[in-house]
Nanobody, 115 residues
Framework: QVQLVESGGGLVQPGGSLRLSCAASGSIFMIYTMGWYRQAPGKERELVARMTNGGSTNYADSVKGRFTISRVNAKNTVYLQMNSLKPEDTAVYYC?????????WGQGTQVTVSS
């Protein structure tokens, strides 16, 4: 069964940057559009960025211009570069297919933006 493992989260000050990684155990990226999602306490999980296997991207308005999604299919890895982080970006971040749920969810990685 394909597994997703997210990493790269942490505590960062407002205005800082983080780079998240998502590694898959199987060769899935050639098939799926991949997305990064986040879930803040008390809120629903939301899509923040997605990327087709052809390289087309789409971003939520709240992160547009600050976040960049990329992928390396040969490494079965998708990345999320997050710049100019804000406290409202605090959440657990997950990767998955788009539409979501075609792959079992990983454990996510916590991102906390605080001074």
């Amino acid at each position: 069964q394909v597994q997703l493992v997210e990493s790269g989260g942490g505590l960062v000050q407002p205005g800082g940057s983080l780079r998240l990684s998502c590694a898959a155990s199987g060769s899935i990226f050639m098939i799926y559009t991949m997305g990064w999602y986040r879930q803040a306490p008390g809120k629903e999980r939301e899509l923040v960025a997605r990327m087709t296997n052809g390289g087309s991207t789409n971003y939520a308005d709240s992160v547009k211009g600050r976040f960049t999604i990329s992928r390396v299919n040969a490494k079965n890895t998708v990345y999320l570069q997050m710049n100019s982080l804000k406290p409202e970006d605090t959440a657990v971040y997950y990767c998955n297919s788009y539409p979501r749920g075609l792959i079992p969810w990983g454990q996510g990685t916590q991102v906390t933006v605080s001074s």
